[in-house]
């Protein structure tokens, strides 16, 4: 059997039995035992359920970190192909079960051929989609048990054409962050509106200056980002002015500077209109996901990887930065690194959007990445 047709029997066993993060116990032993038959050392447990494979050649010091992550969404799959998910409710739609089998691949090769000098951290994460599981395994002492050089990850992206990849150094993706404000009034009969005080008018006011702080209090060249309301729920009635409204939303930005700044401004909006109205509120600022941002060098080095393996017309190392958000953002606080997009395809074959019931990972592709994966090694970690 080649190792294409390994690492796509790996990843279509992989979506067929998808698991939830930290609850991807079938998933991690899977890899650990791969792992373990290529020659690779292996540490079970690390961020609840997350493996770390090590592979040393020679007598160099330096080493590389690759990351893959490993949980699927609760989304309920509409595929119907024979390696559609057999866990109801429960899907990889995401690609993160191609990530996975790329990245075994990639150790399959690398144990394989050990053509590299140093150390090689394959790293399988658990619970990406929530933005706890890179959290957990640094906790865990990712960073410091270990000692890593540089970090890379990999997503695949549709809509970019197959085994294309792109990237930039700086922000390549933004934080994502939730809030909630809670106006606290006296509420009352809707007949008699002036016997007490009313959330709704103020609420209303808040969402609207929730809309200036874009505008008028980030920079439109170096703080680029997206406030949105996304909730607006009452305790009221149809004759009743409620006692409390509750408004929550989203927040996207590429730099921790404009995070600091909406927090600080969302509360400032809230105080502002409810003390100017005699109302009470309650507020709430909770950062998911930080800002991904890649280092120039090694961004480079990944740049220089992937024209390796695709050709230069194939590759875009300074592309537009995406809203979307990505735990990984965590671990490159930690060690300088690079994340880096592989087009997943346009179309029928490969163009059905993240999270949807209808996505498939494109079987195309595992060769791009286990080479990508090989590739960068080599080069990094060149003899």
Request: a negative charge; glycine letters at 10%; aromatic letters at 8%.
């Amino acid at each position: 059997m080649t190792i294409k047709q390994q690492v796509t029997e790996w990843r279509r066993h992989i979506h067929k039995h998808p698991e939830f993060g930290f609850e991807e116990v079938m998933t991690a032993e899977m890899v650990a035992t791969k792992l373990e038959e290529f020659g690779i050392e292996v540490h079970r447990n690390i961020g609840q359920t997350g493996v770390v494979g090590i592979l040393k050649c020679g007598d160099s010091d330096r080493s590389i970190g690759l990351r893959a992550d490993m949980d699927a969404l609760h989304i309920h799959e509409k595929n119907t192909f024979c390696h559609a998910s057999v866990h109801e409710g429960v899907m990889h739609a995401c690609g993160h079960d191609g990530h996975t089998a790329m990245l075994l691949g990639a150790a399959h090769e690398l144990a394989r051929t050990r053509n590299f000098d140093g150390t090689v951290y394959f790293i399988f994460q658990p619970g990406e989609e929530h933005g706890v599981g890179a959290k957990a395994m640094i906790a865990d002492g990712l960073f410091t048990r270990w000692k890593i050089d540089a970090v890379y990850a990999m997503h695949n992206l549709p809509g970019i054409e197959a085994g294309h990849f792109v990237t930039r150094p700086h922000s390549l993706m933004a934080s994502e962050s939730s809030f909630e404000i809670e106006v606290i009034a006296t509420g009352g009969h809707a007949a008699m509106p002036h016997m007490g005080t009313d959330p709704i008018v103020v609420g209303a006011q808040i969402v609207m200056g929730i809309q200036t702080i874009v505008s008028r209090h980030l920079s439109a060249i170096d703080e680029t980002a997206v406030i949105s309301v996304t909730e607006f729920a009452t305790n009221g009635t149809v004759n009743v002015i409620p006692s409390r409204v509750t408004i929550k939303g989203d927040t996207r930005s590429f730099t921790d500077q404009a995070l600091h700044k909406i927090e600080k401004a969302l509360e400032r909006v809230a105080a502002g209109t409810c003390m100017a109205a005699g109302v009470d509120y309650k507020f709430s600022f909770n950062n998911s996901f930080l800002s991904t941002i890649n280092t120039p060098k090694e961004t480079e080095h990944a740049v220089r990887a992937a024209i390796a393996v695709a050709g230069e017309d194939k590759v875009n190392g300074s592309c537009q930065p995406f809203t979307i958000s990505e735990d990984f953002s965590f671990m490159l606080r930690e060690a300088n690194g690079c994340y880096i997009l592989v087009g997943n395809g346009v179309g029928e074959c490969g163009g059905t959007a993240l999270h949807n019931p209808l996505y498939d990972f494109n079987d195309e592709i595992l060769m791009s990445g286990v080479n990508f994966w090989q590739t960068l090694v080599e080069q990094q970690l060149n003899k």
